[in-house]
């Protein structure tokens, strides 16, 4: 089907559609006014009936009042001949009190009569040849003595009168004996009677001629069962001018339709063509433009559009090669460098690029105070609050702009969105998010969580060992998690899904980066840490005694030494067996780990050899932790679990301690270190299970203190000079 009959089909149903359904309407409005126009004149009609015969009873009554009294003075003839002369009634009758007629005159058909007290019985096969109204006559002491009744025969002619009351045809629903009444006319007669007569109350119904009909029952006042009926309006002139009008609408609609298809489709045609040639592209391809109408317009928009695109095309070719050089910077930052700081500005700089936003932050979670923290931000326009009052100035404290956005969780806009971990965007203005104090302003936002999920998959476990993540220990961060949001896109008013698709690129990008972090920083403490005890090891250990060794001769503070030794450890091996000394030199670090300092650092030399480094701690400060590691060891036995015994062992177990000062055993760590060897080699000729604390370097001696002397933790005990390159002497050499 071609444009032209859709455009033509199209104006004919927008023109001819509400045509025919106003004709419709007007139909059935029509229809509707007529039916309700005859209801509402068969209301009047029965109210005016209803009226009449109230009337007509009224006046009975009188009559018959009149009668009775002049009967009660011996002038019953006069009276009645009076009330008939007047017309107030054509007959009057008199009886006594045992219903015997005393007193007839005037039009007086046979009974039974229609009672006006008592119309609501029901009426007699025969029907009412009369309507009449009893008055009974008593004395003055209330004794009755007879009664008088005014009769009016039901004709034609009061039939006629209620008609013309009403203003509608009446019919009588019973048989009077002369014929049934009705001011209807031929078979019209018939169907009123019938409908009238399947009427339930005062509904209204429509006889097959096209009257409506509707029934008076009896009741007080009117004794009657009648029917009214009206004729219908007819409203078919009517209906043939509404043909008349829809025909010439039909005319007048197919002629513009297809003036309409004609001027307008061959424009069509050739800005179609056009696109075509566009979409194949040839942005150099136009539209003539032969008229001002909307066509014509839109022909020149297709115009400029193109050449617009043309120079679209040119500035998004160069933001692609400006996005390639930010993708390649950043995977050059990412597979080369481990630090976070960086690869997160080259992150939030390339999704400024990528997106086209003004400014944007990268903040990441303190777990520790549950507070989201800037990392790296660019062109951040925060809260005035946080303005030095003697201008745009940083306050006090902080490094940078960005130091000053913290975000507690579940607070302000990017609180919220790692609290739910659901991405935003919108405007300000429209969608009015509430902001934290310390958060960026802004018109225009998106915002994108991202959380770093741990080697089981799950981002809430944790990890085994303290590491140094983001700034904070990976013990207190079970996963890294933070929040990459943008503002203020240039040349648009706000973000839209693309956008937020990129910035969940680059969030992912950040979990990257995280993941790597954590990674490196876990290799680097898988290689400083001694599998089996959990403390760090002797490569850890060089690089720990030069770092607080430097510390210690900055600040002029002293650095203890404690080299530690399982003694008879052999005899465990070669008893129990490798695995429960495995159990032993494990319990041993876990009781080293519990009498130390938080600052204090452990370390396994290798075999049953351990040292300890206790920063600004002097000698005696040393004697006293050796005396507390001497008691914990010795303390408690170790419960092992021999695959040679049937049941438990508990092997007893004590250490030597050597201790060595810095600067006051040695100016080097290596030296140092060496002193405090030595000094273990004293402890362990003293009888173990002591301590020794080596002599200066300048007065080193030969002999110790003697073993009851170290074992009661009191005094310095003598070492021997080590090795000049600060190696431990053979371990086979200090007997286990």
């Known amino acids: ?405 913290r975000v507690p969780v579940g607070e302000g806009l990017l609180g919220e969105v790692a609290a739910t971990g659901e991405a935003r965007r919108g405007r300000v203005d429209r969608d009015g998010p509430i902001f934290s104090p310390n958060e960026p302003r802004c018109r225009t936002y998106v915002a994108v969580p991202f959380a770093m999920a741990n080697a089981g998959g799950d981002a809430t476990d944790a990890v085994d060992e303290p590491t140094a993540i983001c700034g904070f220990e990976a013990a207190a961060l079970p996963a890294p998690r933070g929040v990459l949001a943008l503002y203020d896109r240039h040349g648009f008013d706000e973000f839209d899904d693309a956008d937020l698709y990129t910035l969940r690129t680059f969030a992912g990008q950040a979990v990257v980066a995280l993941d790597n972090v954590r990674a490196h920083k876990e290799v680097e403490r898988l290689s400083l840490t001694d599998p089996l005890t959990g403390l760090s090891n002797y490569r850890y250990l060089q690089e720990a005694l030069r770092r607080e060794v430097e510390r210690a001769s900055r600040f002029s503070h002293t650095l203890t030494v404690l080299a530690l030794d399982v003694d008879r450890f052999k005899e465990v091996n070669d008893t129990y067996g490798h695995a429960a000394g495995d159990a032993v030199l494990a319990e041993f670090a876990r009781r080293v780990r519990g009498e130390i300092r938080e600052v204090d650092f452990a370390f396994r030399q290798g075999g049953e050899e351990f040292v300890v480094l206790l920063p600004e701690t002097d000698a005696a400060g040393g004697i006293v932790v050796a005396e507390r590691l001497i008691a914990a060891v010795r303390r408690t036995p170790v419960v092992v679990y021999p695959a040679s015994a049937p049941s438990p062992q508990r092997i007893a177990v004590t250490v030597s301690i050597g201790i060595a000062v810095y600067p006051e055993h040695g100016g080097t760590g290596p030296v140092v270190l060496e002193a405090a060897d030595e000094s273990l080699y004293a402890a362990k000729a003293a009888g173990r299970d002591t301590y020794r604390v080596a002599q200066p370097r300048e007065v080193i001696s030969a002999h110790s203190a003697s073993p009851a002397t170290a074992g009661s933790g009191g005094g310095s005990g003598a070492g021997s000079g080590g090795a000049s390159n600060g190696t431990q002497a053979p371990r086979q050499s200090r007997g286990g």
């Open 1 to 405: 089907m071609t444009l032209r009959v859709r455009l033509t089909a199209a104006f004919l149903a927008v023109v001819l559609g509400p045509v025919l359904l106003g004709a419709v309407f007007v139909g059935m409005t029509v229809a509707a006014v007529g039916h309700a126009r005859s209801a509402e004149r068969l209301d009047v009609a029965a109210t005016g009936v209803r009226t009449a015969v109230a009337a007509l009873c009224d006046r009975l009554t009188a009559a018959a009042d009149a009668a009775g009294l002049a009967s009660q003075g011996g002038r019953a003839p006069e009276a009645a001949e009076q009330v008939i002369a007047q017309g107030l009634a054509p007959g009057v009758q008199l009886a006594g009190a045992d219903r015997q007629v005393t007193y007839s005159a005037g039009e007086l058909p046979a009974q039974p009569w229609a009672d006006c007290r008592d119309g609501g019985s029901a009426a007699p096969a025969g029907g009412y040849p009369a309507i009449a109204a009893r008055v009974e006559l008593r004395d003055a002491s209330g004794l009755l003595l007879g009664y008088a009744w005014a009769v009016q025969p039901v004709t034609g002619t009061l039939i006629r009168e209620l008609a013309d009351a009403g203003g509608a045809a009446v019919t009588v629903l019973v048989d009077t004996p002369a014929g049934a009444l009705s001011t209807e006319e031929g078979p019209a007669r018939g169907e009123v009677v019938a409908a009238a007569r399947r009427l339930p109350g005062t509904a209204m119904a429509q006889t097959p001629g096209g009257r409506y009909v509707r029934r008076v029952d009896p009741g007080p006042g009117q004794p009657l069962p009648l029917a009214l009926s009206v004729g219908r309006d007819d409203p078919r002139g009517l209906y043939a001018i509404l043909i008349a009008v829809v025909v010439v609408a039909g005319l007048l609609a197919v002629g513009a339709a297809w003036w309409m298809a004609r001027s307008t489709v061959a424009p069509l045609t050739e800005l179609a063509y056009a696109v075509q040639r566009v979409a194949g592209g040839d942005l150099a391809a136009r539209v003539p433009v032969r008229s001002h109408d909307e066509v014509g317009r839109l022909g020149a928009t297709f115009n400029r559009m193109a050449l617009e695109t043309q120079g679209y095309v040119q500035a998004l070719t160069a933001s692609r090669d400006q996005l390639r050089g930010q993708l390649g910077l950043l995977g050059h930052t990412l597979s080369s460098t481990h630090d976070l700081d960086r690869i997160l500005q080259v992150i939030l700089q390339t999704a400024l690029t990528a997106t086209g936003a003004q400014s944007g932050a990268i903040l990441l979670l303190d777990p520790a105070s549950g507070v989201l923290v800037a990392r790296c931000a660019e062109g951040l326009v925060l809260p005035e609050e946080l303005v030095s009052p003697g201008g745009y100035a940083l306050p006090e404290g902080f490094g940078s702009w960005a130091d000053l956005v």
